[in-house]
T-cell receptor
Framework: ELKVEQNPLFLSMQEGKNYTIYCNYSTTSDRLYWYRQDPGKSLESLFVLLSNGAVKQEGRLMASLDTKARLSTLHITAAVHDLSATYFCAVDPPNAGNMLTFGGGTRLMVKP | NAGVTQTPKFQVLKTGQSMTLQCAQDMNHEYMSWYRQDPGMGLRLIHYSVGAGITDQGEVPNGYNVSRSTTEDFPLRLLSAAPSQTSVYFC??????????????FGPGTRLTVT
């Protein structure tokens, strides 16, 4: 059974600080997704990582994928209040149809 | 292009009632799926479909049925609602493998309360 674990589950940061969210998964996969969810809203796609060593950046967020270590990271640079949300990673293992398996989420709170 | 749409947005049911959550997409995506999200948790897969006429079970299928008679629509039926089915339900779609994109598109969600 595929397991996807995120840590930390909750993160409170000051504006301007840097931090990293970790996503570990238990089976071979070279597709990993990062989503953002605001309270009461749907999921917004941030990044789709499709190969070992993939790195994508958008604004203050940068995601990377190490398929050998079965690890993805979401790095936040110089956090701002608008980044407050819950972030999910999800793994799409091969030959699993459309079965995304999600981590439990990291609730990020950025304080002014 | 409306993307993935879901109806209703909110629903309250009594235990034992049945209902259908509607999901439609206008992007001609082959793959569609249903997830549920419980408070403070990630999404869990209920059922999915890789094309019209083809469905399969996900991680938590009990108490739910699906069908896929057209590419556009993928309704989720609750057969006899139970309080444990109180959740937020999301529908998603994407092109098939090899279709050039692995982006998943999520609908706005349906908030269901079973009393």
């Amino acid at each position: 059974e595929l397991k996807v674990e995120q840590n930390p589950l909750f993160l409170s940061m000051q504006e301007g600080k840097n931090y990293t969210i970790y996503c570990n998964y238990s089976t071979t996969s070279d597709r990993l997704y990062w989503y953002r969810q605001d309270p009461g809203k749907s999921l917004e796609s941030l990044f789709v990582l499709l190969s070992n060593g993939a790195v994508k950046q958008e604004g203050r967020l940068m995601a990377s994928l190490d398929t050998k270590a079965r690890l993805s990271t979401l790095h936040i640079t110089a956090a701002v209040h608008d980044l407050s949300a819950t972030y999910f990673c999800a793994v799409d293992p091969p030959n699993a149809g459309n079965m995304l398996t999600f981590g439990g989420g990291t609730r990020l709170m950025v304080k002014p | 292009n409306a993307g993935v749409t879901q109806t209703p947005k909110f629903q309250v049911l009594k235990t034992g009632q049945s209902m259908t959550l509607q999901c439609a997409q206008d992007m001609n995506h082959e793959y569609m799926s249903w997830y549920r999200q419980d408070p403070g948790m990630g999404l869990r897969l209920i059922h999915y479909s890789v094309g019209a006429g083809i469905t399969d079970q996900g991680e938590v299928p009990n108490g739910y049925n699906v069908s896929r008679s057209t590419t556009e629509d993928f309704p989720l039926r609750l057969l006899s609602a139970a309080p444990s089915q109180t959740s937020v339900y999301f529908c998603a779609s994407r092109v098939r493998d090899g279709g050039g994109s692995y982006e998943q598109y999520f609908g706005p969600g349906t908030r269901l309360t079973v009393t």
